[in-house]
């Protein structure tokens, strides 16, 4: 029996995430190792999917259980966590309230439609009641959030607090713990072992859930974990104590002190690509028809393509790309492709 199983589960999604060989990439790189990509972009029919989704798979039974009203959540105006709070929510037929800062320096030539389209516009669609908030970025527990939080409650109303991308949520580690259980039965179907998982990493519970799910196995170090935050401090001290969080729930009975993390990639800061961050973007849509975005994806996928380049995976080794999502945001970041 898998540690995961005490924990109750609501679906949210399709079942294993599929996985695609990227070996127009891997021949673009010059041939060194495998490159496969686990598509949880690809893994639910709620809005435009993608890995908070499986997060949210351990938190929905409390919220069922305590019968609740609303579900509450933060991000940027961008964000993928509050579309896919307020999709879960529709699902699950309750209201969302989400609180929508502003974590990015909108470039000029987006600021007449940043607030329009992409993700935003989806969660109107979703009818999500959605507040923007000039406040700036901040990975971390939020004075908005807390006031949507009393104004609901004051109104009558039981809301549930979902914290940024989930991760502080007592069980937001738990989603990504399944993920590695996933990989582990993909790998015996395929015949094939990954050597190395290459992940995104900005709020943590997402990279702490598979290092700590990999862990089981002994396989933790395989784990890359590639900083899209631009605030690597804070993005691995919060990262490190959701692992030990999740470890310590889980009945892991391990702790731990240190995990791979990669901070070359995240700048020039949250939500803004570098001129590598394009590249990436561009050559893996050119060489495989896929898209990421340039906010979280196309960073991870940029800390791959360099550390092909710097030969830092073992000749003819698999690297397991993890795609979490996101491309939903591209409308809001025209003007880097036109
Ligand atoms: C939220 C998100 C991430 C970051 O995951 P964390 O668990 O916050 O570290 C990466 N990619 C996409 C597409 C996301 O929506």
């Known amino acids: ?29 010059g041939g060194k190792v495998n ?3 686990k598509r949880e972009d690809r893994n639910s029919g709620l809005a435009f999917a993608g890995n908070k ?27 993928n966590q509050t579309l896919m709070t307020i999709a ?5 037929g309750l209201k969302a309230v989400t609180v929508q800062e502003n974590w990015v320096p909108i470039p000029e030539a987006e600021k007449a439609t940043y607030d329009k389209v992409g993700n935003i516009e989806a969660a109107r669609i979703l009818g999500g009641d959605v507040r923007l908030v000039p406040d700036g970025f901040d990975i971390g527990m939020r004075k908005s959030f807390e006031e949507a939080l009393q104004e609901l409650t004051s109104q009558g109303f039981k809301p549930y607090p979902v914290p940024a991308g989930c991760s502080e949520h007592k069980y937001g580690g738990l989603g990504f713990v399944g993920f590695a259980d996933e990989l582990i039965k993909q790998e015996k179907e395929m015949g094939i072992k990954f050597d190395k998982i290459v992940v995104c990493c900005v709020t943590g519970s997402t990279a702490a859930g598979i290092f700590v799910g990999m862990a089981q196995y002994g396989r933790e170090n395989d784990v890359i974990a590639i900083d899209a935050s631009g ?30 993390f990669d901070t070359r990639f995240g700048g020039p800061v949250y939500g803004i690509p570098n001129e590598g961050t394009i590249e990436a ?42 795609h979490l999502g996101g491309a939903s945001s591209l409308s809001a970041y025209q003007s880097y492709f036109s």
């Open 281 to 322: 973007i561009k050559l893996l849509g050119k060489t495989e028809g896929t898209l990421t975005d340039p906010v979280y994806e196309g960073k991870s996928m940029q800390g791959l393509i360099e550390l092909v380049k710097e030969d830092k995976f073992e000749k003819d080794s698999n690297v397991l790309f993890v």
């Open 231 to 260: 605030k690597p401090e804070k993005t691995f001290e919060q990262t490190l104590r959701i692992i030990n969080h999740t470890s310590e729930i889980l009945g892991l009975g391990k702790k731990f002190d240190t995990f791979n």
């Open 53 to 79: 989704l499986r997060k949210f798979e351990y938190i929905v039974p409390e919220i069922i259980a305590g019968d609740y009203t609303h579900i509450v959540s933060i991000g940027g105006i961008q964000s």
């Open 88 to 92: 879960t929510a529709c699902k699950l």
């Open 35 to 37: 490159i496969y990509a």
């Open 1 to 29: 029996m898998a540690l995961l199983d005490k924990f109750e589960k609501y679906d949210l999604l399709f079942g294993p995430s599929p996985i695609s060989k990227f070996e127009n990439l891997a021949k673009e790189l």
